[in-house]
């Protein structure tokens, strides 16, 4: 089996709005797969179409590469999706839970406290309304892990958490992938995090998926570069097009030029602007961030699939 969940060339539209145009993406066994969108990309969208809550207009989803439509309620079982579950804030977790595997039909009465304990909600006695962002959110997963998923889906799990509790999600998800082997497919806008956290990405905007890359992949990608800070702008661009050539260069919104080439010329590049007589507040190394990424696809309209 290649892929744990997939959809093919899936479009949506919502009168006369593209929410999703042939959209594929591939989730392998084991991974964690960052759908990575702005808002309005596209993504809770394409999860609603996955979970059967939208009907696309055209295109499959398949489940264990099986069209999920021969057999929906039975593959569904295999995912658990975390969609913003509302829970009755005046029970405690347990009785919370309890509930779900009473609508999952779940009668195996030590299930609750086995997705309690993996959450490491199991010792909480008080009621949900007393819950924390970051305690909720770690329910709303022991929600999900119900009755043994493959695959979890969560449609911006992030979302306003602290940072701390960012990081004990990130560290909880990881946990979960490694030790129960559950496969994630997570989307956010939340561009950094993401990066930290899934081992394969899907990028999204405006409704077209623009590329699906692996990490390492986008490590090689995310370009090495250096950032040149001048009194002026132009003229140093012009100072180093005549002596490095070819250059590679982009001027960004804090008139900074981004230079991709000649990286390890540094003090090549620092003789040319100072013997210029320009003012060098800043040459720096600089890796691409996933953000940066993301916005020269954008750019690009987007190309190639790894
Ligand atoms: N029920 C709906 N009716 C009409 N338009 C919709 C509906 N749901 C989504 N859309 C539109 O479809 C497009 C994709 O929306 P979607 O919610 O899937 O994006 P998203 O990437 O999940 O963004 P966000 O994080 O802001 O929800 C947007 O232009 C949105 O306005």
Redesign the pocket.
């Known amino acids: 089996m290649e892929n744990l969940l997939s959809t093919h060339a899936v479009t949506k539209t ?2 006369k ?1 593209d ?1 999703l145009r042939d959209v594929s993406i591939h989730v392998r066994p084991g991974e964690v797969y960052g759908l990575v ?10 999860f609603k179409v996955i979970m059967g809550l939208a009907v696309q207009d055209s295109g499959e989803v398949s489940i264990y590469d099986q069209p999920s439509i021969e057999n929906l309620e039975g593959s569904q079982k295999n995912i658990g999706f975390m969609y913003g579950s509302q829970f009755f804030p005046y029970l405690n977790a347990r009785k919370n839970l309890t509930y779900t595997c009473k609508l999952k039909g779940i009668t195996d009465k030590t299930e609750v406290d086995r997705v309690l304990k993996l959450v490491e909600l199991d010792k909480v006695k008080k009621k949900v309304k007393t819950f924390s962002m970051g305690m909720k959110q770690r329910l709303n997963i022991a929600n999900a892990l119900v009755g043994k998923p493959d695959l979890i889906i969560m ?2 799990p992030i979302n306003g958490l602290d940072p701390q509790g960012i990081a004990s999600f990130r560290m909880l998800v990881q946990k979960l992938n490694r030790e129960q082997e559950i496969t994630f497919l997570l ?1 956010s ?1 939340i561009l950094g995090e993401l990066g930290i956290m899934a081992s394969r990405f899907g990028f ?1 905007h405006d ?1 077209e998926l623009l590329s699906e890359i692996d990490q390492n992949t986008l490590l090689e990608k995310t370009e090495d570069q250096v950032i040149i800070k001048v009194d002026n702008p132009e003229k140093a661009a012009y100072l180093l097009e005549e002596q490095l050539t070819p250059l590679d260069y982009v001027v960004n919104g804090d008139k900074e030029i981004i230079l991709s080439d000649h990286i390890d010329e540094t003090n090549k590049i620092a003789k040319i602007l100072v013997d210029g007589g320009l003012e060098l507040y800043k040459l720096t190394p600089h890796q691409q961030t996933l953000e940066e990424y993301y916005l020269s696809l954008i750019h690009q309209g987007g190309q190639e699939n790894v």
């Open positions: 919502y009168g709005q929410a969108g702005k808002n309005g990309a596209g993504k809770s969208t394409l449609d911006e989307s806008h999204i409704g």
